[in-house]
């Protein structure tokens, strides 16, 4: 193949000095040569100016400068087309993504008493703030206070008129001197207000805390 291209490429130099046209006798406009070159033109009606073609030097070289600038246009086409496709594609990803990091905030809830003190009793202290929960999380992500011990815990939500709301355990684990307690949420479809979280390792006594559910 690489000897056609250079008997092809000998030919074409050829054809670019060897059949002077001065006159442009029976010359084809331009725009029947940029129709043939960007094949835009049927080959039945292209094909009676190919034996003009190939004995003209002058219509040859015009042919020969379109045929690249049409190449090189439908490259620029093709790059641009590329390059809108990717565009698309990242936004996609990143709202894909951002939609699943929303879902998955949307879902687990930090509820941080590292740096609280332990209120011991079924009332909670009064100058607290109170603790931010998303009504819709599936999972609690509790980090207990400094001190806390791994082991056994129970967990419960009271309305303010004392009525327990929901209620669960789980196992608080050490990790990172962090001692961390996880539990699956269940109030989505309690009304928003106020509550009061109350949490003790499993025989002890009640700590409780101010909650907010959103």
Known sequence: MRDEKRILDALGRGLLKEFP????????????LKRIASHEMPLTEAEKWLDHLTSCSPCYND????????????????LAIAAGI?????????????????????QTAVLDLRNRSIPRGIEPNPAEPAIEVNRAATQWNIYLPVGSSEGQYDIRIVKPSGEILFAA?????????????QIP???SSSRPGRYVLQIRKTGSEWSSYPLLLR
């Open 63 to 78: 042919f020969s400068q379109l045929k690249v600038t049409y190449k090189q246009r439908r490259t620029r086409t093709f």
């Open 169 to 181: 355990g789980g196992t608080a684990k050490l990790e990172d001197q962090i001692t961390s307690l």
């Open 185 to 187: 949420g269940g109030l």
């Open 86 to 106: 990717l565009i698309v594609a990242s936004l996609a990803g990143w709202a894909f993504l951002g939609k699943h990091k929303e879902s998955f905030i949307a």
């Open 21 to 32: 046209n001065p006159g442009r006798a029976g010359c084809p406009g331009s725009d029947v």
